[in-house]
C-alpha cells in the first residue's frame, strides 16, 4: 500500500546503476519518440503508471460480451460502473477490502480485454500436463491443511514478492525505469522490486539458478525495448506457469508520454498455444515518485489469518483458506 515515505530501493547494483544515470541526461523530446541517452540508447526513463479496468480476458457474459472493441463513451461508462463497484457494501460474510479511494485511477480502454493474441481475448486452454499438476497441487493444500502455518500463504501474501505479473494491480501500479550504460532497471512498486536487465548479450543463468523475477536479458531493436525473461522460481508461478516458461516483453514509446507494453507468454507445458497482452503505461508527470510499499512490516493480515484459522478449529469447523491479500 502506498503512504508518505519515499521508497528506498535496495542492493548496491541498483543504487550504482541509479546514480550513473541520475546526471547528464538530455531533455527527453517535445514531439514524438523517445529521445536519446547520453550513450545513444533509446530513452525510456522516467515513471510509468499502468492502471487500467480493462480486464485481461475479454468477458463471456454482460455488456462487453462478444465485443472486441467498444467506443469511447462505453469505455467511460465502464470505467465509472467499476471505481462504483469497489464502494458497493460487501456480501455477508465478506469482510470488504479496499473501496475507491484507495485505488489508482485508471481508464478503461477501447477494447474488451487486455490481450490481443488469440483473437478471442482470453487465455488458451491448460494443457494435460498442466490440468493434471495444478489438481497435484490443489490436492496438496487440501491436505496439508488452509492455514495451518504461514508457509501455506503465497509469497504476496507474506509480502516477500509479487513476482513477475505484467497486468498491474489495482494500487501501486506504478513503475520506474533507470538506464545506464549497458543495464535498464524496472523497478515495481509493489513490494519494491527491482529487475536488473543486462543488455550486453550475455547468455541466461543455469536453469538451476531460479529468481523471483526471473533472469532478464534486453536488447533494443529500433526504439523498443525487447526483454527475455526465464529461470522463474516455482513458488512465483504465473497463472499456473512452469518453472520453463519463457517471457518475451516490449516497450516500445508511442510518445513522449505513452509506452505501449506488450508481453508474450510462452510456456509448452501449462497453455495450448503463447498468449499476448498490450496495455498502455503512461507516464506520471508532476515530481511524483513511487512510494514505500509498506507490507512485511507488522503484517497484521498473517497474524489475523492464522488466529482466525484457530478460532474456526476451535469452534468445531474447519479453516477456509482465505484469498489473496496484500498483508495490510
Not at 158 to 186: M, T
Not at 246 to 268: A, G, K, S, W
Amino acid at each position: 500500500m502506498r503512504n508518505t515515505f519515499a521508497a528506498p530501493i535496495g542492493g548496491l547494483a541498483v543504487a550504482a546503476l541509479i546514480s550513473a544515470c541520475v546526471g547528464g541526461q538530455p531533455a527527453t523530446a517535445k514531439k514524438s519518440g523517445p529521445g536519446r541517452t547520453a550513450w545513444g540508447d533509446p530513452d525510456l526513463q522516467g515513471q510509468w503508471n499502468s492502471q487500467t479496468s480493462t480486464p485481461l480476458e475479454r468477458p463471456l457474459q454482460g455488456k462487453l460480451a462478444g465485443k472486441e472493441k467498444i467506443s469511447e463513451e462505453e469505455a467511460e461508462e465502464f470505467e465509472k460502473e467499476n471505481r462504483e463497484s469497489f464502494d458497493a457494501p460487501p456480501a455477508t460474510g465478506d469482510p470488504g477490502t479496499y473501496n475507491a479511494f484507495w485505488r489508482d485511477e485508471g481508464k478503461a480502454l477501447r477494447r474488451t480485454s487486455l490481450i490481443i493474441d488469440p483473437p478471442d481475448g482470453r487465455v488458451p486452454s491448460y494443457t494435460p500436463e498442466a490440468q493434471a499438476r495444478l489438481a497435484a497441487q490443489r490436492k496438496a493444500r487440501m491436505e496439508r491443511g488452509a492455514a495451518d502455518s504461514y508457509t501455506d500463504f503465497s509469497p504476496w501474501t507474506r509480502c516477500i514478492s509479487r513476482g513477475w505479473n505484467g497486468i498491474g494491480s489495482w494500487y501501486s501500479s506504478n513503475y520506474q525505469i533507470f538506464q545506464s550504460p549497458g543495464y535498464v532497471v524496472v523497478f515495481q512498486e509493489l513490494i519494491h522490486e527491482p529487475r536488473i536487465i543486462p543488455l550486453d548479450g550475455r547468455a541466461h543463468l543455469p536453469p538451476d539458478a531460479s529468481q523471483w523475477l526471473g533472469d532478464s536479458r534486453g536488447h533494443f531493436e529500433g526504439h523498443t525495448l525487447v526483454v527475455e525473461t526465464t529461470n522463474f522460481d516455482t513458488r512465483a508461478s504465473y497463472r499456473g506457469s512452469s518453472p520453463t516458461m519463457v517471457l518475451t516483453e516490449r516497450y516500445t514509446p508511442i510518445d513522449v508520454n505513452t509506452l505501449d507494453y506488450q508481453f508474450t507468454v510462452n510456456d509448452p507445458k501449462t497453455f495450448t498455444k503463447p498468449w499476448t497482452v498490450s496495455r498502455p503505461m503512461r507516464r506520471e508527470k508532476g515530481g511524483i515518485t513511487v512510494f514505500e510499499y509498506a507490507c512485511h512490516e507488522g503484517n497484521y493480515a498473517m497474524r489475523n489469518m492464522l488466529a482466525g484459522a484457530r478460532a474456526q478449529e476451535k469452534a468445531g469447523g474447519t479453516p477456509t483458506r482465505p484469498r489473496a491479500t496484500e498483508g495490510q
